[in-house]
């Protein structure tokens, strides 16, 4: 069975850093693309970052290009989100996502329970 | 960026009925759509790709249709276990991947 596990949420002033982390299991993690997906109260959800399976390629939302940082760890199965200059509006659930990335298919497969994250001071 | 239009914003259905709610894409997006149930302090959880396709072990009273820039989700028979929030997103043109901003179904 797949199962995604966030940490690493916590309340933290603007300008602060926060490191995610999501442990993954069930699945052959390596074979997958994955993703960081928010939601921030009383909003939709919200695509952030994306990770090719080696690490290769990694593509963020316009908000947090240059403020946060999408990696994974094949050996250990996890997948990290390092998020730097935190402001107000990144406030929000963040869920781990597996990406499918099959064909055509660009999409969130299995998704963690998610991790709340709260900038503010 | 494409950007995706859910309607209605708030859906209130009687047990037994059909829910019918729409997506609309900005630019075509061919068949590369996909629709998301999320409920409350849950993760959510994978519908419908491709437009049309169920994902695994979903109950088939959920279908999707339409293609190019209009989607429906349809949701048969409704069951009070599918209140819940349901996101369309699409998948043809990014980065950036995109949500629709959600249509909450309410059980009367």
């Known amino acids: 069975e797949v199962h995604l596990v966030e940490s690493g949420g916590t309340l933290v002033q603007p300008g602060g850093s926060l490191r995610l982390s999501c442990a993954t299991s069930g699945f052959s993690f390596t074979s997958y693309s994955m993703s960081w997906v928010r939601q921030a109260p009383g909003k939709g959800l919200e695509w952030v970052a994306y990770i090719k399976q080696d690490g290769s390629e990694k593509y963020y939302v316009d908000s947090v290009k240059g403020r946060f940082t999408i990696s994974r760890d094949n050996a250990e199965h996890s997948l990290f989100l390092q998020m730097n200059n935190l402001r107000a509006e990144d406030t929000a659930v963040y869920y781990c996502a597996r990406t499918n990335t099959g064909g055509d298919l660009r999409l969130f497969d299995y998704w963690g329970q998610g991790t709340l994250v709260t900038v503010s001071s | 960026e494409i950007v995706m239009t859910q309607s209605p914003a708030t859906l209130s259905v009687s047990p037994g009925e059909r829910a019918t709610l729409s997506c609309r894409a900005s630019?075509?997006?061919?068949?590369?759509l996909a629709w998301y149930q999320h409920k409350f302090g849950q993760a959510p959880r994978l519908l419908i790709y491709g437009a049309s396709t169920r994902a695994t072990d979903i109950a088939g009273r959920f279908s999707g249709s339409g293609s190019g820039t209009e989607f429906t989700l349809t949701i048969n028979s409704l069951q009070s276990e599918d209140s819940a929030l349901y996101y369309c997103?699409?998948?043809?043109?990014?980065?950036?991947?995109?949500f629709g901003g959600g249509t909450k179904v309410e059980i009367k």
């Open positions: 997103q699409q998948y043809n043109n990014w980065p950036p991947l995109t």
């Open positions: 630019q075509s997006v061919r068949s590369n």
